[in-house]
């Protein structure tokens, strides 16, 4: 059975196209593994890297944090926190042309001053924007369920 070539370049570069959407989300995969670790080192220049300027942040509790200078501040507001974040995503969805994605998942509190089990949870999710080929955090919002 032949395929008219017309076909075949349908279908080619319908792969190509997921193949590239597959390849955004394993980026951003890779990026929140690298968020997640560089929150349990306490480095926090690190953990804004992975944000945009102007990001918004709210909080488990509901607090809206404007920027990366007011989740500083959070941050270094309590400094004797040894307290750290592990977002686990269950989808992230990558939309080429707007150079947007979404993510969403569970995230996880623990506290190694109390144990190595969770103390806290809940859902996010988070607003991704690719500028320059670089994927960062535009808004986010964690929920506490736990």
């Known amino acids: 059975m032949k395929f008219p070539k017309k076909i075949i370049l349908f279908y080619a570069l319908l792969f190509a196209v997921a193949l590239q959407s597959q390849s955004e989300v394993s980026k951003i995969q890779s ?3 690298a968020s997640n670790l560089a929150l349990k080192a306490y480095d926090t220049e690190q953990v804004l890297s992975f944000l945009t300027e102007d990001v918004l942040t709210t909080t488990g509790a509901g607090t809206l944090l404007s920027g ?3 989740l500083r501040r959070y941050i270094d507001d309590a ?3 040894k307290m750290y974040w592990v977002r686990t995503p269950s989808e992230i969805v990558v939309n080429e042309p707007s150079n947007l994605a979404w993510e969403t998942g569970s995230w996880k509190g623990y506290n190694p001053a109390v144990g ?3 103390v806290i949870g809940g859902r996010y999710s988070a607003q991704w ?3 320059s080929g670089v994927w960062k955090i535009a808004s986010q919002l964690f929920v506490t369920l736990e």
């Open 31 to 33: 990026l929140r593994q």
């Open 68 to 70: 990366k200078d007011a």
């Open 79 to 81: 400094p004797d926190s």
């Open 116 to 118: 190595s089990d969770p």
């Open 129 to 131: 924007t690719r500028k």
